[in-house]
Nanobody
């Protein structure tokens, strides 16, 4: 079993920054078999893709709405990914979740491809 565990959400003013973390736990997790992505869901809206990167290499994928403001990074030794969020806007408010899927190194945007989901962490941006 694999369990992603998020942390780092909170309340921030527009223009501010937050850093989210997601640690993949579980005896069966291996960063050679799985990869991780970030999604978010705003009140009354569907869940949407935010960002994903592989455990190695320079590839990345970001939603257009966060490109240039959010950066996803990783720590292989800790099986942890981070989402550095800056220049936050009210539209960034939502529950942010990280998810785990079998490694593919492409097309990270479909939530249906992810097998394991964290409990989510709330990000609220006040305007």
């Amino acid at each position: 079993q694999v369990q992603p565990v998020e942390s780092g959400g909170g309340l921030v003013q527009a223009g501010g920054s937050l850093r989210l973390s997601c640690a993949a736990t579980g005896r069966s997790f291996s960063n050679s078999r799985y990869e991780m992505g970030w999604f978010r869901q705003a009140p009354g809206k569907e869940r949407e893709f935010v960002a994903a990167i592989p455990w190695k290499g320079s590839m990345s994928d970001y939603a257009d709405s966060v490109k240039g403001r959010f950066t996803m990074t990783r720590d292989l030794a800790k099986n942890t990914v981070y989402l550095e969020m800056s220049k936050l806007q009210a539209e960034d408010t939502g529950v942010y979740s990280c998810a785990v899927r079998s490694i593919r190194l492409t097309n990270w945007r479909s939530a249906n491809d992810y097998l394991y989901w964290g409990q989510g962490t709330q990000v609220t941006v006040s305007s």
